[in-house]
T-cell receptor
Framework: EAGVAQSPRYKIIEKRQSVAFWCNPI?????LYWYQQILGQGPKLLIQ????????DSQLPKDRFSAERLKGVDSTLKIQPAKLEDSAVYLC???????????????FGSGTRLTVV | AQSVAQPEDQVNVAEGNPLTVKCTYS??????LFWYVQYPNRGLQFLLK??????LVKGSYGFEAEFNKSQTSFHLKKPSALVSDSALYFC??????????FGTGTRLQVFP
């Protein structure tokens, strides 16, 4: 099966600019996640979608970050305006998962490496 | 607070020797436990998971992990390390929700 697709692979922007990332999950996967991985740290969940609804966005900096999954398939994550500390790898993952104790594993995309200068 | 600890930033081992990468967790209930590996400029790849049953879980590439409930640990092991095993390894727990909580990662360096 095709994996989780993300684009772009790399992005360099200046602070205060805007940027958007795109994710196409595995076909049929209802749950989609965006994780932020800062260099030297483990990935941190930003937002979780179940179909086109938000399940958890408690760690999403909503003053500058937004995400949508309008048709329950593809998703975009946007940062506006970007700060230096937003430099990180943004990972998208998907799973069949149901809410609760889903046993299905995640599949991660290759990520988008964002550098804010 | 729910958390995962990987106490070693880096583990060095000679090729052919056994390796252990440590992980402990602090999560209420009975979480699912995972190990992922990350190669440079690549996404996270699933290695293995523990849900229930036998405490010794076997995964991809000859890796295994031992779940110890009393010590709340889930250490990753391999009997004989390969140079190609050199990568960043993440332990993760999945408490009573769908989200994964990751440790900070351990860099494994296998020397020829």
């Amino acid at each position: 099966e095709a994996g989780v697709a993300q684009s772009p692979r790399y992005k360099i922007i200046e602070k205060r600019q805007s940027v958007a990332f795109w994710c196409n999950p595995i076909s049929g996967h209802a749950t989609l996640y965006w994780y932020q991985q800062i260099l030297g740290q483990g990935p941190k969940l930003l937002i979780q979608f179940q179909n086109n609804g938000v399940v958890d966005d408690s760690q999403l900096p909503k003053d500058r970050f937004s995400a949508e999954r309008l048709k329950g398939v593809d998703s975009t994550l946007k940062i506006q305006p970007a700060k230096l500390e937003d430099s990180a790898v943004y990972l998208c993952a998907s799973s069949l998962g149901l809410l609760g104790r889903a046993r299905s594993g995640y599949t991660f995309g290759s990520g988008t490496r964002l550098t804010v200068v | 607070a729910q958390s995962v600890a990987q106490p070693e930033d880096q583990v060095n081992v000679a090729e052919g020797n056994p390796l252990t990468v440590k992980c402990t967790y602090s999560v209420s209930g009975n979480p699912y436990l995972f190990w992922y590996v990350q190669y440079p400029n690549r996404g996270l790849q699933f290695l293995l998971k523990y849900i229930t049953g036998d405490n010794l879980v076997k995964g991809s590439y000859g890796f295994e992990a031992e779940f110890n409930k009393s010590q709340t640990s889930f250490h990753l092991k391999k009997p004989s390390a390969l140079v190609s095993d050199s990568a960043l390894y993440f332990c993760a727990v999945r408490p009573n929700t769908d989200k994964l909580i990751f440790g900070t990662g351990t860099r494994l360096q296998v020397f020829p």
